[in-house]
């Protein structure tokens, strides 16, 4: 892996929002891994940026209710004009070990939440998340080995499809 510290973030291109907003993510997962397996953890943050690439960051508040800190920042991303979110957090997460599995259908449908699994049935991972103000998503989901030698990470698994959930869209599009 190179060092994406030393790199520095890419270049952003005021033309192409969506690719800039995705490179920018892209390398946010590469800190987050390295920043993960340095430090063996890695605190909640949320890269907050604007089309035309500045921005800013902001840390839920120690004790703050989830819903109460989602809303009050989704207000502040219309008030701020943010074109683009990279949220980066240690989550629960899981794994269907069969098409069709009941208990992922059960975490879809929100009758039971991740985080309430038995401990063999979730994964911990370093969850990288980027969203667009146009609706365009990307996630990479890198489960955490912790044993007793140490702490390692698996590649990411990346997806594309829209987060549903707690956080779900962090844009309203209505």
């Given at each position: 892996m190179k060092d994406a510290h030393a790199s520095?973030?890419?270049d952003w291109n005021t033309t192409d929002h969506p690719g800039s907003l995705r490179r920018y993510a892209s390398w946010l997962n590469e800190v987050a891994r390295a920043t993960f397996l340095t430090d063996k953890t890695h605190v909640e943050?949320?890269?907050?940026?604007?089309?035309d690439g500045t921005g800013?960051?902001?840390q839920p508040?120690?004790?703050m209710d989830r819903t109460v800190f989602l809303g009050a920042m989704k207000i502040s991303?219309?008030?701020h004009d943010i074109y683009g979110v990279i949220h980066i957090v240690e989550a629960w997460s899981y794994f269907p070990r069969k098409p069709n599995d009941h208990t992922m259908k059960q975490v879809v449908e929100g009758e039971i939440a991740v985080s309430e699994l038995k401990p063999g049935d979730k994964t911990e991972c370093l969850l990288v998340r980027v969203e667009g103000r146009?609706?365009?998503q990307h996630l990479w989901l890198s489960p955490i080995l912790r044993t007793a030698d140490g702490v390692a990470l698996a590649d990411p698994i990346e997806m594309d499809e829209p987060m549903g959930g707690r956080f779900g869209s962090?844009?309203?599009r209505t």
């Open positions: 520095g973030p890419p943050i949320f890269f907050l940026l604007k089309s800013g960051l902001v508040p120690a004790g991303l219309q008030e146009d609706g365009a962090f844009f309203d």
